[in-house]
């Protein structure tokens, strides 16, 4: 198995495990309510779990090429002209991604020293999503420069 499928298992399994959870959690405190008990931490438990499998759940959608795509500039070029468009669309997505991995570490280290209300949780782990999305997202762009392009990409690219 190479490295990219373990990779995508390992992120399939991540979101997986958070989604039970977080389902679990929002069980768990809709039937506390309904006998007049909340329990502490729900709420901002939920949310870190939100925010890490969005962050999660959009590098899986660049590795399976489900994401925005920008094919309808793309189509407006000549055919001998697209795969350079193409590629160069690809690359300022990964300045992008680039920009969002180094600032994202950033702000999460720099949060590390701040805790949550109520369960004393540093909020620089709900930050470090952006970073950890971001090198998953950098690598599955770059799989996919040097991999073959979708059925959609192929009728753009001559």
């Known amino acids: 198995m190479g490295f990219t499928k373990i990779l995508v298992k390992l992120l399939t399994w991540m979101c997986i495990i958070t989604i039970t959870l977080l389902t679990f959690i929002v ?10 008990y909340s329990l502490p931490g729900t709420e901002e438990l939920s949310r870190l779990f939100i925010v890490w499998l969005t962050f999660l759940g959009s590098s ?3 590795y399976e090429k489900m994401h ?5 500039f793309v189509n407006k070029f000549k055919t001998k002209h697209r795969k350079i468009f193409y590629i160069l669309v690809n690359a300022l997505i990964i300045v992008f991604y680039a920009v969002l991995t180094f600032y994202g570490f950033k702000l999460s280290m720099s949060a590390m ?5 109520t369960l004393q949780l540093p909020v620089g782990i709900s930050y470090l999503a952006i970073p950890v999305s971001g090198l998953f997202s950098l690598y599955f762009i770059a799989m996919n420069l040097t991999g073959s392009p979708t059925e959609e990409e192929e009728e753009m690219i001559p």
């Open 60 to 62: 899986l959608a660049i």
């Open 27 to 36: 069980l768990l405190q809709v039937v506390t309510r309904f006998f007049d």
């Open 113 to 117: 020293s701040q805790t949550s209300s």
């Open 68 to 72: 925005l795509a920008v094919n309808y």
